[in-house]
């Protein structure tokens, strides 16, 4: 589970996130919609404990990200929507580390490791080193990488940038998958009929406040997301 709690992010004069407060429950698939510069990546960089924040508090299985950084990231994997990794490793090294820094075991890994990278197609290619890969494929290594840990939370910062239609239906399996085993998965989008299929909830914040929060059903009504999100900006 995840508690936004009145969290306010200033940079300067300006106010990123202003009081924003909200719960993503387990099982549940979570959408969080705005147009650029909205404040998406803001919060989810606090939620992830990359970026600071100026008040209120986040908590991830209701430990505080402020408080208890380290015990609150062993919960959650993240996947950024422009994957910075280490592009002189082999892409099998890099998801190794990943799992190192998690402290996987063997078994666990190797499965894990097998069953993500035959789902997205990079078998093949995990003995070649990153800088060698396409936008989509260093994706696939951070999501194979974020996978292979188990984590009990997933957040991902517009998950379907880049990827090919195989990945983006296999991403939607591995969310139903996770659902099913009472996980959480929060993440942001701008492909709104893709979040209206697979989320149960869903957040729309602009200029840095949260106007709407609610299940899908409740905040689009009769319309389609689409158009409650057009309405809303208007």
Not at 86 to 98: G, L, R, S, V, W
Not at 176 to 198: P, Q, R, Y
């Amino acid at each position: 589970m995840i508690e936004i709690k009145n969290v306010t992010k200033k940079y300067g004069d300006n106010v990123a996130l202003n009081n924003v407060s909200f719960k993503v429950d387990d099982g549940c698939v979570f959408a969080f919609i705005g147009h650029n510069g909205a404040g998406k990546t803001t919060l989810i960089k606090a939620i992830t404990g990359i970026h600071d924040f100026d008040e209120g508090d986040i908590l991830i299985n209701g430990k505080s990200i402020k408080k208890d950084a380290i015990e609150c990231k062993k919960e959650m994997a993240f996947v950024p929507d422009n994957p910075e990794l280490y592009e002189n490793m082999k892409a099998i090294d890099f998801i190794n580390f990943i799992c190192d820094m998690y402290e996987v075991d063997y078994v666990t890994r190797k499965n894990n490791i097998n069953k993500y990278a035959k789902m997205f197609e990079m078998e093949d290619h995990l003995n070649e080193t990153i800088d060698s890969f396409s936008h989509g494929m260093k994706q696939k290594i951070a999501l194979i990488s974020a996978l292979s840990h188990n984590p009990q939370i997933l957040i991902m910062d517009e998950p379907f940038v880049g990827l090919d239609p195989k990945a983006v239906f296999d991403i939607k399996q591995v969310m139903n998958e996770m659902v099913k085993e009472g996980k959480t998965i929060f993440f942001s989008t701008h492909i709104l009929d893709v979040a209206e299929k697979l989320c149960s909830k869903v957040a729309i914040i602009k200029q840095g406040r949260l106007v709407k929060v609610g299940t899908m059903k409740e905040i689009k009504g009769d319309k389609s997301l689409e158009k409650v999100f057009l309405e809303l900006e208007q």
